[in-house]
């Protein structure tokens, strides 16, 4: 055991497993550069910072990092400390050497943020740790504890998953992480399987209870708990309904209890614990169920759903009466049609919560979000006749789908600013700590090889200090409105401190290009916060104040009640409706006084950004409520479309009276329909539909940018007339990959309007029925920059006769066909089933909703998928048919060969020539019968003439989505003929 100031802990060797001293290497985020020095001799140190379990510090504290060389005398490390988005800051200072080598390197803590301590070029060479990446250590400085997180329960917006609180209440990390995150909430579960693990024995309840520490250790730390109960024995249900893994475990989610009495039995005994054991709460929350969805999280009926809550419900009133039960704790906003089908059956005279895993899509702000808790509130209204109080179950976003840690980040703080905004009482947030069987999840890494389930060393990635300074400033606030008026893709909310009673806003550009916003305060003086916690005092002027925005928000406090408040006495201005203007054109408005005001006569300006109008305009009033000004305006032809505000300011003989905002929405002038493609072969047909939609008429041309070549088309539209416009296009010569165009109407005051639309010139013939093979159109894959792949940049090709191929597609009623006539100087598969994709053989994707948002909820998305991915292969064993994504509601499994499914696999290789001849049936691709008349498509023809096989894989690729990345976005879209 080493002693240092400050630090108290083991120095293990390793946290970071060896850290060695290697030949010259530069390597960094944005540099890929080699310089060779003369080698040094491999030197191993033992490097960890003083908080090694848990590197989280608040603002001030001690922080530095410790590194004990294994050989006194050895040259010392060089560290470099970087931020969230691979900058360097600065270099780290090291310490003299302590009598036995150790060195210590002193790190900042006066400012909040994440930061990364690097080894600098040439110094170390630094492994991957758990799912740490290699080549960094991880810290995070957030602000001061909040000792009463939930304002003595007041508030419980914050919740986690993984934390295992009741589990290690004296083990770091948790619960210790709970005050560095600011985590106001935390679940409790006493599910049955737990309580009564053995059917008939009922003194198990009263051990339970008597061991039961979590009442008051919540109770001290003012976390606010809330209770599962949504799990029971297997030996409490039906065990033919059970899976046969699901019989060997010790609890389902997924089934009713045979018996409702014995059910019953349980709750009868453990809400009435738990009303007293927590009976310092004002209520208790019981979540119910877990991811009841119809058929692959929930085994029985809708009915026997309906059935448990009314138990539960029955219960929970009768023992607690400040009791609320929550559910149905549906697995994503993609379950909203099963919610509703559970209201028709009477769920809503059962629950007092509705609870959701609030999981949508990625980006946050392009999930709909706001639109889904619309929704949902709507059907409360329709079928329960109120609101129900919102809380969110369970939301997380892998790195993986976002792309990087610190798009997690941007991605887990916007889903909790917009989710407070809109008014949901509780965000738990998915998970602590990544873990292997589902990766990326977390946000910390976890720094233990396996990366197994409650790590006992853990750190964190940029969303902890992103979140906790989110929850620092809108904790325990409400949703007042959305600013919805500074530009495409520029978000932000205001809020209320219901402490304090400040306003508040929260900006953040969405699109990542880092824009420059006014935003009018109405304040002298206001409070700048980053997205980490660091505050500003800033100084306004004449109440604007000039915003550089990130992807990650900055907040803005003590912004005008008056502007920004709902109004609860007459407002300045009276019938202040959003003015909606089209550019290019000229606009008159009124603006009408809602108060008295102390002059006679003022005047009136209104100044909106000027990218919207060419000038500001003003006019002179009456100091009467009711009195009225007209202000012209001249709307610029390209405008940015959207919502926008403008400064109203009312000045009399002494200066401003009175200020308010006024909220403008520039419209386009035409409405462009989606481009629709149609034809065959070489020749097709582009059609869109334009509309005009302004009150004047409108006149210019329409022109089609497409292979660097343009047409054009006159246009003139009355107000509401619409036509149809018609180009008739060439398919490009590699219609494997999608072909850019661009579609802009240009008016004759010189507005412009877009519609960028990637086409794909891929048919799904009809099948012939005399003959499928013979007669189904073949189009070429040659190997271009776009369509090949190889492992490695370097690897030989030689052209059309080392790989290339022809590819047709055809469809009848019930099957799918799929021909590829693959060309190959050497054809060969001895490559194991699982792996064939490593030799000759074709990989299959098809998407049979093209466009559908994908759910962020791994596991809900393997269930609602409409995609799959298939690998077919002759082999040194026979044809093969492997299937590793399968669609959802499908029968089959995952990552296994597929069994007489009534998918074939014809053909095989005469000389260089393989044929494949695929036969899939629709129901097998789409079990849930959802295709219409187009089909998300894409192949991989992979080769390797090499011993032994892999390292010089080469492939042609009909679009993507199946190598570079998995994502479905990059099908193509073939349309049904």
Known sequence: MMRFSGFTGTLLPLIVPCIAIAPLVTATAHAQTTTTAAPVAPLAWNLDLNRAAQPLYERGDAAFAVGIPQKIGTTVPRLELWNHRGEKLADLMASPPAADGSITWKLPSDRMGYFEIRPAAGSLSWPALGSRPAGKLTFAVVDKIVPNPSRDYKTHFLSIQG????????????????????????????????????????????????????????????????????????????????????????????????????????????????????????????????????????????QEIVDMFEVVHRVVHKYDPNGRVSGPTLSS??????????????????????????????????????????????????????????????????????????????????????????????????????????????????????????????????????????????????????????????WGYVFQDEESGQFLTAIWDASGNNRSVSLDTGAGNVQVVDSFGNREARATKDGLISLQLRRSPVYVRGVSAELFAPAKGAPLLQNNATWRVFRGQKTLQTLQLGRALPQKMVDVSVALPAEIATSSASAKMSGTPGAKAQIALQIAPNAPLGTFVGSVRVRGANGTVGRALQRVEVLPELQIAPAQLQGAGKQWTLQSRVKNVSPTRWVGQAALNFQNASQTRSVALSPGQETRLQFAIAAPSDVSQKAPSNLELRSSTGSR???????????????????????????????????????????????????????????????????????????????????????????????????????????????????????????????????????????????????????????????TTTTYHITIPWNVIDPRNQHRDALGIAATINDSDSEPGYLDRRALLLFGGIIADKDVANYGRAALQ
């Not at 007669?775 to 776009?786: S, V, W």
């Not at 369509?787 to 597609?809: E, H, M, N, P, V």
């Not at 093209?850 to 991915?869: K, L, M, Q, Y």
């Open 163 to 302: 934390s295992s609180y009741a589990g290690k209440l004296n083990t770091p990390p948790s619960p210790n992480v709970h005050r560095y995150i600011g985590l106001q909430a935390q679940a409790m579960d006493y599910s049955w399987y737990k309580l009564q693990p053995k059917a008939g024995d009922f003194s198990s309840f009263d051990a339970y209870f008597a061991a039961d520490k979590a009442p008051e250790q919540i109770r001290q730390d003012k976390i606010w708990p809330y209770f599962y109960i949504s799990k029971n024995p297997t030996w409490a249900v039906d065990p033919a309904r059970l899976s046969e893994s699901g019989r060997k475990g010790v609890a389902t989610s997924n089934l009713p209890p045979q018996d409702l009495k014995q059910y019953e039995a349980y709750l009868e005994r453990v809400v009435p614990h738990i009303a007293k054991s927590y009976n310092y709460l004002p209520y208790r929350v019981y979540e119910v169920m877990w991811e009841p969805v119809i058929p692959w999280g929930w085994h029985g009926t809708a």
């Open 333 to 490: 906003f993609g379950d909203i049609p099963l919610y509703e089908n559970l209201l028709k059956l009477g769920l809503g005279k059962t629950i007092d919560v509705s609870g959701w895993h609030m999981y949508s899509g990625y980006p946050a702000e392009k999930a709909g979000i706001p639109a889904a808790i619309a929704r949902i509130r709507a059907l409360d209204q329709q079928y329960i006749g109120r609101d129900l109080p919102l809380f969110g179950t369970e939301f997380g976003l892998p790195e993986a789908k976002a792309g990087s840690a610190e798009n997690q980040a941007y991605g887990m703080t916007a889903a909790t600013l917009i989710l407070k905004a809109e008014g949901v009482q509780q965000h738990t947030l998915f998970y602590l700590s990544d873990y292997a069987s589902e990766p990326g999840y977390g946000l910390f890494y976890t720094d233990v090889s396996g990366t197994p389930y409650a790590p006992d060393k853990i750190s964190p990635k940029p969303a902890i200090p992103m979140l906790r300074a989110a929850i620092d400033q809108i904790g325990t606030a409400r949703g007042v409105g959305k600013l919805d008026y500074l530009g495409p893709d520029v």
């Open 753 to 911: 309007l877009n519609m960028a639309t990637p086409l794909s010139f891929f048919a799904v013939q009809k099948a012939d029925a005399n003959d499928v093979w013979n007669r189904m159109a073949l189009m070429p894959i040659r190997a271009t920059e776009k369509t090949i792949y190889r492992t490695f940049a370097q690897s030989k090709f030689g052209g059309d006769a080392d790989l290339s191929a022809q590819a047709g597609y055809a469809h009848d009623a019930n099957n799918l066909y799929v021909q590829y006539v693959v060309e190959d100087d050497l054809h060969r598969n001895s490559a194991s089933s699982t792996q064939m994709w490593k030799q000759d053989s074709i990989q299959l994707a098809f998407d049979v909703a093209p466009g559908r948002e994908i759910s962020t909820n791994d596991v809900a998305e393997a269930f609602e998928r409409t995609s799959s991915e298939w690998g077919f292969a002759f082999t040194s064993r026979g044809p093969e048919i492997y299937l590793w994504k399968p669609p959802g509601g499908s029968s089959l499994v995952a990552n296994s060969l597929v069994p007489d499914a009534g998918v074939r696999l014809e053909g095989g290789t005469v000389g």
